[in-house]
């Protein structure tokens, strides 16, 4: 068994996010941070349905996320988690969102939100 981890940084999403009105006017940039781990029997036959493939995640998450609004970031990193969850199979997941700019003299925060998997 071979056990494979998957790191996407800095993924840009642009969706509406915040509990403000004027937040509410116009999308903003949100930076996604992934890490992802899978297992992989070595005996499997190598075929597309034996890895993860990091395009799809990549498409699924900025499908899902720009075409819905959120109020939060937690709200946010939930949703991601339910996508990944419905069409993935992994053992344990670590996502990270960003919000540039949320707080006067801080570059970005963040929310972070962590499971593993029991199978």
Do not use: P
Not at 23 to 28: D, F, G, L, N, T
Not at 38 to 46: A, F, G, V
Not at 89 to 104: D, G, H, S
């Amino acid at each position: 068994m071979c056990l494979y981890t998957i790191l996407i940084k800095k993924l840009s999403v642009f969706t509406i996010i915040g509990v403000h009105k004027w937040e509410r006017q116009v999308k903003q940039k949100v930076l996604i941070d992934l890490l992802i781990k899978y297992k992989l029997s070595s005996s499997r036959k190598k075929s597309e349905n034996n890895y993860l493939d990091y395009y799809k995640i990549s498409s699924s998450i900025i499908e899902g996320v720009e075409n819905k609004e959120f109020l939060l970031l937690e709200d946010l990193v939930n949703n991601i988690m339910n996508i990944l969850m419905e069409r993935f199979v992994f053992y344990k997941v670590r996502i990270r969102a960003c919000k540039l700019n949320a707080v006067y003299r801080a570059k970005k925060v963040c929310v972070v939100l962590s499971r593993k998997i029991d199978f």
